[in-house]
């Protein structure tokens, strides 16, 4: 578990990626007290992040974050390169109780999809799309078909426990190598629950894709990784300038800051002016 795996079926030209994520999504997940719902939402964009990351090229960062209008206004989950990764839910100050099978309307509401890649050379290349789909595998899967030209299908499941997802895409020799393929792997994975993505990789792909001849690469190790960053804090408030942080202080006696995605304070008195400007 905690790995993300790629797989080939050789003969239709189709390609496919599993992630299972279990201490990972516990670390994630720890300490945040989330309803059920969101937290489930976030379970599922921490697995589709996964699955995505591990396509990255070059060393860099991929964020996704789902903006919305309902009981939730923000979802947050980024990932490099070496699948590290980490997220958080924010939920609306004003959303009052939250139902106990919210639609996913309901929970995001007329919202967008935002994709950050920091390649660490040059400006990131960001991307805004409406969210389009019923639930979070519906608008992965339109925005993969979308971005990269190719239909897509993708099954996303979390609970307190696990967190997992499948990923499947048609190549361009598809229909050349089998015209009837793809259609016959969306309708064996179409039956596929939630809750078996958490089966072994090599028995799932067996057991739903008896017949096919799958190439099965080796996994790809996740982990949650958020550690302290007291140097990025440092320099973002320097950015605000002394007289800002001057005010603050004779305001408040201290500065505070609350890092969301990491779950860390940052608490500074008077002596910080000499950290930063002396």
Same mark, same amino acid.
């Given at each position: 578990?905690?790995?993300?795996?790629?797989?080939?079926?050789?003969?239709?030209?189709?390609?496919?990626?599993?992630?299972?994520?279990?201490?990972?999504?516990?670390?994630?997940?720890?300490?945040?007290?989330?309803?059920?719902?969101?937290?489930?939402?976030?379970?599922?964009?921490?697995?589709?992040?996964?699955?995505?990351?591990?396509?990255?090229?070059?060393?860099?960062?991929?964020?996704?974050?789902?903006?919305?209008?309902?009981?939730?206004?923000?979802?947050?989950?980024?990932?490099?390169?070496?699948?590290? $990764?980490?997220?958080?839910?924010? @939920?609306?100050?004003?959303?009052? &109780?939250? +139902?106990? #099978?919210?639609?996913?309307?309901? /929970?995001?509401?007329?919202?967008?999809?935002?994709?950050?890649?920091?390649?660490?050379?040059?400006?990131?290349?960001?991307?805004?799309?409406?969210?389009?789909?019923?639930?979070?595998?519906?608008?992965?899967?339109?925005?993969?078909?979308?971005?990269?030209?190719?239909?897509?299908?993708?099954?996303?499941?979390?609970?307190?426990?696990?967190?997992?997802?499948?990923?499947?895409?048609?190549?361009?020799?598809?229909?050349?190598?089998?015209?009837?393929?793809?259609?016959?792997? $969306?309708?064996?994975?179409?039956? @596929?629950?939630?809750?078996?993505? &958490?089966? +072994?990789? #090599?028995?799932?792909?067996?057991? /739903?894709?008896?017949?096919?001849?799958?190439?099965?690469?080796?996994?790809?190790?996740?982990?949650?990784?958020?550690?302290?960053?007291?140097?990025?804090?440092?320099?973002?408030?320097?950015?605000?300038?002394?007289?800002?942080?001057?005010?603050?202080?004779?305001?408040?006696?201290?500065?505070?800051?609350?890092?969301?995605?990491?779950?860390?304070?940052?608490?500074?008195?008077?002596?910080?002016?000499?950290?930063?400007?002396?």
């Amino acid at each position: 578990m905690d790995a993300v795996r790629r797989f080939l079926f050789e003969e239709l030209d189709i390609r496919g990626a599993i992630v299972a994520l279990g201490n990972v999504w516990h670390e994630l997940q720890a300490g945040r007290d989330l309803p059920p719902p969101v937290n489930a939402l976030l379970g599922e964009l921490a697995a589709v992040t996964a699955l995505i990351a591990a396509n990255l090229k070059t060393p860099g960062r991929i964020t996704f974050q789902l903006h919305g209008h309902g009981l939730v206004s923000l979802l947050y989950v980024d990932c490099d390169e070496r699948l590290r $990764l980490r997220g958080m839910a924010r @939920l609306r100050q004003d959303r009052g &109780a939250v +139902p106990p #099978a919210p639609s996913f309307d309901e /929970v995001l509401g007329d919202g967008q999809l935002v994709l950050t890649l920091d390649t660490h050379s040059g400006a990131p290349y960001q991307s805004i799309v409406p969210l389009a789909g019923a639930n979070l595998s519906e608008v992965f899967a339109h925005y993969l078909a979308q971005s990269e030209q190719q239909p897509a299908w993708l099954l996303l499941g979390a609970n307190e426990d696990f967190a997992g997802g499948m990923f499947l895409q048609k190549l361009p020799d598809a229909d050349r190598r089998d015209p009837d393929g793809w259609n016959r792997l $969306l309708h064996l994975a179409s039956t @596929l629950t939630p809750a078996e993505l &958490a089966t +072994p990789v #090599a028995n799932l792909l067996m057991r /739903v894709f008896p017949e096919e001849n799958i190439r099965l690469f080796d996994p790809r190790p996740v982990s949650y990784h958020c550690p302290r960053d007291e140097d990025k804090v440092l320099r973002m408030l320097k950015n605000l300038g002394r007289a800002e942080i001057e005010a603050t202080l004779a305001a408040e006696g201290c500065i505070s800051v609350e890092d969301e995605i990491c779950q860390q304070n940052y608490r500074y008195g008077p002596e910080i002016l000499a950290r930063l400007f002396d």
